[in-house]
């Protein structure tokens, strides 16, 4: 089969599993994959080899790029803390664990081991969002989450890449790969840095959608590309110029842009995912048969064995960092006349006491929210699930060494990453939502105040402005009488005070502005579908009408959740 009618039966293939996913209710990533392990089976199927460098090189890039561009820098820089923890400390547990495992039970050399480890390390943010995004979380805890998936990415590949070279190099000295982790993470920020300020310089100088677009896709691999060359973390490099890119992309984008950027990078990264969750399974076939007809409870062992490591690998370190254990010794008799006062209960972030669950979910949770500290917790401890990054990282593993030698054992780490997805995916992704809906979070009171906030603000410079005009003549009076109109009855709508039930007004009234413009826009719309059917008026003049009506719809769609009761 040709590589393009290859690539398109592929696609074919993603579109029918997702819309059954839809149908079904079912996170797609989880269909993906069984999707393409029913696809592994057929012996008829062409055999297809993705080359290792086509991973890095094609799929991480825009991938990491746009988790980047689309997350808050201010949330990351709030929740440094939680997010380092999990990003980096859990990484290292998970890693250390999974080498342990395979290495002493498993009897894996300790550089395919640790190759393994470092694949497992990071969760997938696609599978996550796709479960977590029909229900109402807290908006720090997505922040972290987000955060977490953005960073972990980096870390685990940093340690990735320190894995294959400590095994091609045979050398397993922990300070040679600290060491090679440093210069990594140093190097990687440095040229994200560059890369990312000059994206943006660059963006300044044109109002073009298509070329301000082009340059932020090209981003991804201008940073990418010096950073691998460099030996150092291209991850990182990718993550750091998309976190500039997207700070500033309200100064220097142009609405055009923003508004073509964002069904064209949700539209790739689908693409690209969904085809990294097919390839694995295609194949899967090819990697595990020799080993599946010598040994086939070995790899079922390893397959439980390792998944088994990688959940509980992260439910302890949840638990640790949440509540970790008093340290009880007695100060020296010199040392006791320093102490005048028990310790700041800010080295736990917020309390000591009998729970110590805000440690790990930051200062701003107090002593009264013990239960949903616990509670969120209990939802960090489940969202483990492996996906996209896990997926390429074990795909692009070096098939043979520097001296030519294949890579040891190779197939049995990507089988034990295939099955470590499948796993955390069916396990933890079928049952999330039923975890959810008894963790009960409820609507988030902090995001609906800030977006009336927004609103009213928007609104009150738009009236601020009108009524700074000069005297206007009798045409422009009408219009700015208009205006005024319009914006007036936001501003003069029930202000939102301190108590709840003056924010449940407020929201209540908002709501149904929103409702009302929504039916109003609809109603639009069948009318200029009506004028066109008649003769009336043009094609040409209802795409463009019809353009600013979906533009309108998309935009009061986004908030009707907040506002309506």
């Known amino acids: 089969m040709h590589p393009v009618q290859l690539v398109v039966a592929l696609l074919v293939v993603l579109v029918a599993l997702v819309a059954l996913a839809i149908r079904l209710n079912i996170s797609y990533p989880i ?11 057929p012996p008829r199927l062409p055999a297809i080899h993705l080359e290792p460098d086509i991973v890095f090189l094609v799929f991480l890039p825009p991938l990491l790029f ?5 997350s808050s820098w201010r949330d990351f820089r709030e929740n440094w803390r939680p997010i380092f923890q999990l990003s980096v400390g859990l990484v290292l547990a998970t890693t250390l664990s999974v080498m342990l495992i395979a290495h002493l039970l498993l009897g894996m050399a300790w550089g395919p081991a640790f190759v393994l480890g470092a694949v497992l390390g990071p969760t997938d943010t696609v599978a996550v969002s796709a479960i977590l995004e029909r229900f109402p979380i807290p908006r720090r805890l997505n922040a972290i989450l987000r955060g977490e998936s953005l960073v972990n990415d980096a ?15 045979k050398t397993y000295v922990w300070g040679t790969v600290i060491s090679h982790f440093c210069l990594a993470v140093a190097g990687g920020v440095i040229i994200g840095g560059l890369v990312g300020w000059l994206a943006v310089q660059l963006r300044r100088h044109t109002t073009d959608p298509l070329l301000s677009n082009t340059i932020s896709l090209l981003s991804a691999f201008a940073a990418y590309q010096p950073a691998a060359a460099l030996h150092v973390s291209g991850v990182l490099a990718v993550v750091t110029a998309g976190l500039y890119l997207g700070w500033n992309d309200p100064r220097t984008g142009t609405p055009r842009a923003r508004l073509q950027a964002t069904g064209s990078w949700e539209m790739l990264t689908f693409l690209l995912n969904g085809l990294l969750f097919i390839l694995i399974g295609l194949q899967l076939r090819t990697v595990g048969e020799p080993l599946w007809s010598e040994n086939p409870w070995f790899l079922i062992g390893g397959a439980i064995a390792v998944s088994v490591t990688v959940i509980l690998a992260r439910i302890g ?9 008093p340290l009880r010794f007695r100060l020296p008799p010199s040392l006791k006349r320093w102490r005048t006062s028990p310790p700041s209960s800010q080295n736990y972030g917020g309390q000591v006491g009998a729970t110590g669950w805000p440690w790990l979910l930051g200062r701003h949770v107090q002593s009264s929210d013990g239960a949903r500290a616990k509670s969120q917790a209990i939802l960090l401890s489940w969202v483990g699930i492996r996906g ?19 890579f040891p054992q190779r197939a049995e780490v990507i089988i034990f990453t295939f099955a470590v997805i499948l796993v955390t995916l069916i396990a933890q992704g ?13 609507s988030q009171p902090g995001t609906e105040s800030e977006e009336i906030k927004a609103r009213l603000a928007m609104a009150t410079t738009a009236v601020r402005y009108l009524q700074s005009l000069g ?19 936001t501003v003069e709508a029930p202000h939102a005070e301190a108590s709840e039930p003056a924010d449940r007004s407020q929201t209540q009234f908002l709501g149904n502005v929103v409702s009302l413009e929504l039916a109003i826009v609809k109603q639009q719309r069948a009318r200029l579908i009506e004028l066109r059917d008649k003769g009336e008026i043009t094609d040409d003049v209802l795409r463009r009408f019809q353009s600013i009506l979906d533009l309108k719809e998309s935009q009061l769609d986004q908030t009707r959740s907040s506002w309506e009761v």
């Open 388 to 406: 996209g990054i896990s997926l390429a990282a074990a795909l692009a593993i070096p098939p043979v060494l520097g001296n030519g030698s294949p």
């Open 471 to 489: 005297e206007p003549n009798e045409e422009k009076g009408k219009a700015i009488a208009h205006l005024y109109d319009i914006y007036g009855q």
């Open 317 to 325: 370190w949840v638990f640790v960092s949440t509540n970790p254990p």
């Open 31 to 41: 269909v993906l994959v069984l999707g393409g392990l029913l696809l592994a089976i």
């Open 66 to 70: 746009s988790d980047a561009v689309n």
């Open 155 to 169: 870390s685990a590949l940093v340690l990735f890449e320190a894995a294959i070279h400590a095994t091609q190099q």
């Open 430 to 442: 079928l049952t999330l939502p039923k975890l959810l809906s008894r963790l009960q979070f409820g």
